[in-house]
């Protein structure tokens, strides 16, 4: 059964580096993960994706592990603007499977 | 233009009604989705479309009805909703094949 989990939430710091983890057991060799990020009244924004290793944009990175059981989507000194849910979307063959959502809170 | 864009933002209907959510997206993608989200749960697939043609339907009632007149175009016509079918509706495209999808800001629907 093709599963998605993420923490329900986190709290953090202004300046300090975030880590969010996924898990999804059943992942295939292929199969991409993809994280969003989404504001209340909003469509969710496309952050970060990638299947293997690491991956770095302008915004954040995604490591994947070898065994590519879960990715763990790291943002870098985070600032208030980055308060949101942050979800994890894991291909699993052709079912996508949305996680639950991580609400992020940042505080000053 | 990188944007994709849904009318209306805001929709309140009766359980009579017949009604229309549009989206549009001019990025050259040719996946096109309706999405459904419920309040503080993740987004949940309703169809796809690839290349203008009905890709995926995940078991949605025959009251959703999804359109493709063209490439650009995606729109949910709706029929004797219910109550249950309130919600944020999301329109999203990419190229086939790829999940960094782009999502609009939504139609939230309300159903009285």
């Known amino acids: 059964l093709a599963k998605t989990t993420q923490p329900i939430s986190m709290d953090s710091y202004e300046g300090q580096e975030v880590n969010i983890t996924c898990s999804h057991n059943?992942?295939?060799?292929?199969?991409?993960i993809t994280w969003y990020q989404q504001f209340p009244s909003q469509g969710p924004r496309f952050i970060i994706q990638?299947?293997?290793t690491k991956v770095t944009n302008e915004v954040a990175s995604l490591f994947i592990p070898a065994d590519r059981k879960s990715s763990t989507l790291s943002l870098p000194r985070v600032s208030l603007s980055d308060t949101a849910v942050y979800y994890c979307?894991?291909?699993?063959?052709?079912?996508?499977?949305f996680g639950a959502g991580t609400i992020l809170r940042v505080k000053s | 233009d990188t944007e994709v864009t849904q009318t209306p933002k805001h929709l309140v209907m009766g359980m009579t009604n017949k009604k229309s959510l549009k989206c549009e997206q001019h990025?050259?993608?040719?996946?096109m989705y309706w999405y459904k989200q419920k309040a503080k749960k993740p987004p949940e697939l309703m169809f796809v479309?690839?290349?203008?043609?009905?890709?995926i339907n995940e078991s949605v009632p025959s009251r959703f009805s999804p359109e493709c007149p063209n490439s650009s175009l995606l729109n949910l016509h709706l029929h004797a909703l219910q109550p249950e079918d309130s919600a944020l509706y999301l329109c999203?495209?990419?190229?086939?094949?790829?999940?960094?999808?782009?999502f609009g800001s939504g139609t939230r629907l309300t159903v009285v």
């Open positions: 999203a495209s990419s190229q086939p094949g790829n999940y960094g999808y782009t």
């Open positions: 059943n992942i295939a060799t292929n199969d991409y």
């Open positions: 990638g299947y293997k």
């Open positions: 979307l894991v291909e699993y063959g052709n079912k996508l499977v």
């Open positions: 990025m050259g993608h040719r996946a």
């Open positions: 479309y690839s290349y203008e043609k009905l890709s």
